[in-house]
């Protein structure tokens, strides 16, 4: 199997979706994002074994900055909306709400803190519940705003406050 299809089945990656190679291929997404020509050729090699081939420890970082360019690109904000729907993130953890959340960065920075997940109801980011520890870099900040900008018909009603 491939390197990415090898990384995507760590457990923990279940919240990333698969960039597809072209997209990867593309100079234009590629932008900005430094790298070794080494580590591109692991992530595209389709042939990858973890127990033999040599990994440079760029990989995971790099696949992470192009998967948070993807899942804001049309066809990346259709793959994370399939995953809403089937539930693959976490839920809302307020016993009252328990609306499907969304995945979020704190920061867009590497290293800097990890992933959280933003409920659209409560409009909160709260800790996860697994134990998942993605960069938070690999969504960015403003994914969940993004999503919920172009799939407007999936931002739940804000919960009602009834008096007691």
């Not at 923990?12 to 790298?35: A, H, K, S, W």
């Not at 020509?37 to 790099?62: A, H, M, R, Y």
């Not at 976490?90 to 009252?96: A, I, N, R």
């Not at 999936?154 to 919960?159: A, F, I, S, T, V």
């Amino acid at each position: 199997s491939s390197w990415i299809s090898w990384f995507l089945g760590i457990k923990g990656n279940e919240y990333l979706c698969r960039v597809p190679i072209d997209y990867i291929q593309e100079t234009f997404n590629q932008m900005g994002l430094e790298y070794f020509t080494e580590t591109l050729q692991v992530i595209l090699n389709p042939g990858f074994d973890s127990s033999l081939d040599w990994v440079f420890g760029d990989e995971e970082k790099w696949y992470g900055m192009i998967h948070a360019r993807y899942i804001m690109s049309e066809r990346g904000v259709d793959n994370m909306r399939q995953k809403y729907e089937r539930c693959d993130f976490e839920v809302c953890p307020k016993l009252s709400c328990r609306q499907k959340a969304l995945p979020e960065g704190p920061s867009d920075v590497c290293g800097k803190s990890n992933v959280k997940i933003f409920c659209p109801r409560c409009n909160d980011f709260y800790e996860l519940r697994s134990d998942t520890q993605l960069d938070g870099a690999m969504f960015g900040t403003s994914f969940s705003h993004n999503f919920l900008a172009q799939w407007p018909n999936l931002r739940p009603q804000p919960p009602l406050d009834v008096p007691r």
